[in-house]
């Protein structure tokens, strides 16, 4: 008598949000797993991760990454054990990284994994710091944004798993100041545990006059890393020394918006202060990865970088810890464990 065929559940995007999604735009199903074909493994899938922009590929709008597929398991980053191979570069027990997340069990080929050394951290470190997390947070703030020793240095959405990541690493390389922007007082208490020099909540006031407080000695910043946008960018533009430079990771203040955003509205200050406003895609980056990965093992092994994670259990709640990091609830990586 055969085995029963293998079935995995699956979260599907069941319509496309407009503004801030909801627990109806998603559909948790049970399907089955396809038989594996040469060079393809089977990953049965540890922990997945559920990130900001994500929001922008559930509408249907051409991106630099294509839009969700109505009916269809979303995707993201995540870690799983090789529970089958029909590839000679996988085994079975290996842990890798791939991009099928938002399913329990994944078929790909071989090649789309990357194996990981799960006796270096725990094997949800690599869709953090040690992964594209933190090779964004490292290629924003040295190659983008040209980051030098004796920056100051502001950073948005700080206690989100890339902001941290950036605050830490800005300090660990010199910064004179790194400033750090959060939604809560908790937030900046931990923010100012996690070594940075300042930081404010930005339901307190205006978001300028915030960063003016929080310059201290400092005549204004020189490296800017965007994870908001919005109001928050323009303060920095307001406060940025000559010759600046700003890197734009992302834009999560608008991401929900159905109107149109009012702000920056002083993108004519970059011109006489000469700065430099760039946006990137960490995948543009990825031949700094020995680099970011030498450097971040040992900053971790020294306890130099602390990076913190929000746990939440089991696939079916994975939607709504989407929605939670929509609406700030993670403090550093939020992630779903799938047990």
């Keep these: 008598m055969s085995a029963a065929p293998l079935t995995s559940r699956e979260i599907q995007l ?30 049965r899938n540890l922990a997945m991760s559920v990130d900001p922009y994500m929001r922008g590929r559930m509408n249907d709008v051409k991106s630099y990454s294509a839009p969700f597929a109505l009916d269809a398991a979303l995707d993201g980053g995540a870690v799983g054990e090789v529970v089958a191979s029909r590839s000679d570069e996988r085994r079975k027990g290996d842990v890798v990284v791939h ?11 071989a090649a789309a994994t990357k194996k990981v050394d799960p006796s270096l951290a725990r094997p949800t470190a690599f869709l953090g710091a040690l992964g594209m997390t933190g090779l964004t947070a490292y290629a924003g703030l040295t190659r983008v944004a040209d980051f030098a020793p004796g920056d100051t240095v502001f950073v948005s959405g700080a206690a989100g798993a890339v902001g941290s990541l950036v605050g830490q690493i800005a300090k660990a390389m010199g910064a004179a100041r790194v400033i750090g922007s959060a ?15 300042a930081a404010f ?19 204004g910043i020189d490296v800017y890393f965007d994870n908001v946008g919005g109001e928050q960018l323009e303060a920095a533009i307001a406060v940025m020394n000559p010759f600046g430079r ?21 993108l ?58 929509m609406r700030g609830a993670n403090t550093g990586k939020m992630l779903v464990t799938l047990p």
């Excluded at 069941?14 to 990953?43: D, K, Y």
């Excluded at 939604?183 to 020099?197: I, N, Q, R, Y």
């Excluded at 909540?201 to 400092?218: C, F, I, M, S, V």
């Excluded at 990965?293 to 746990?311: H, I, N, P, Q």
């Design 14 to 43: 069941a319509s496309r949000p407009h503004g801030w999604p909801v627990p109806e735009n998603f559909r948790l199903t049970e399907t089955r797993v396809p038989e594996l074909e040469e060079g393809q493994v089977l990953v």
């Design 201 to 219: 909540n930005y339901h307190d006031g205006p978001a300028k006059e915030l960063l003016r407080g929080a310059l201290g000695e400092q005549a």
């Design 183 to 197: 939604g809560s007082p908790e937030k900046v208490a931990h923010l100012l545990e996690l070594g940075f020099d």
């Design 99 to 109: 991009g099928l997340g938002w399913r329990d069990y994944a078929v790909l080929a």
């Design 268 to 325: 004519a200050t970059a011109i006489g202060k000469q700065l430099t406003l760039r946006g990137f895609l960490v995948g543009a980056h990825q031949d700094l990865a020995g680099e970011f990965a030498a450097k971040m093992s040992g900053w971790l092994a020294a306890g130099t970088v602390r990076f913190d994670e929000t746990v939440v259990e089991g696939l079916e709640n994975a939607p709504q810890a989407f929605i939670d990091l």
């Design 246 to 266: 700003i890197a734009l990771c992302g834009a999560i203040s608008v991401y929900n918006s159905t109107e149109a955003p009012t702000a920056p509205r002083n």
